[in-house]
């Protein structure tokens, strides 16, 4: 299986869970809004299941696609020292701001 960062680094795949993130989609829907081929949304969907990144439902006689936020937690682990580096940065540059505006 390929780790998390792989499977998000492809841009149509990321495009994917955009639209998950607003609401549950059929393969259909995604095609429509995304103006992919339907193979190459079950292709990538496919994929996004494999990190269990998405899971779908039987509705009747579609499958429908939902967000799994919890893999997620891998990124946002990962992006939090960034976060800190740039809180620290910019909180000092607003301090900076603040000391030339008196």
């Not at 946002?76 to 910019?90: G, K, N, S, V």
Request: hydrophobic share 40%; net charge neutral; with cysteine.
């Amino acid at each position: 299986m390929q780790s998390i960062f792989a499977v998000l680094a492809e841009p149509n795949r990321r495009r994917i869970l955009d639209e998950l993130c607003q609401d549950e989609r059929s393969v259909g829907e995604l095609v429509e809004r995304l103006s992919l081929s339907q193979p190459a949304i079950s292709k990538h969907l496919r994929v996004l299941r494999e990190a269990d990144l998405v899971a779908a439902r039987v509705d009747k006689q579609q499958r429908r696609y939902r967000l799994r936020p919890a893999p997620l937690a891998e990124v946002d682990a990962w992006l939090a020292p960034y976060r800190r580096f740039w809180a620290e940065r910019l909180d000092a540059l607003e301090t900076h701001l603040d000391q030339e505006q008196m």
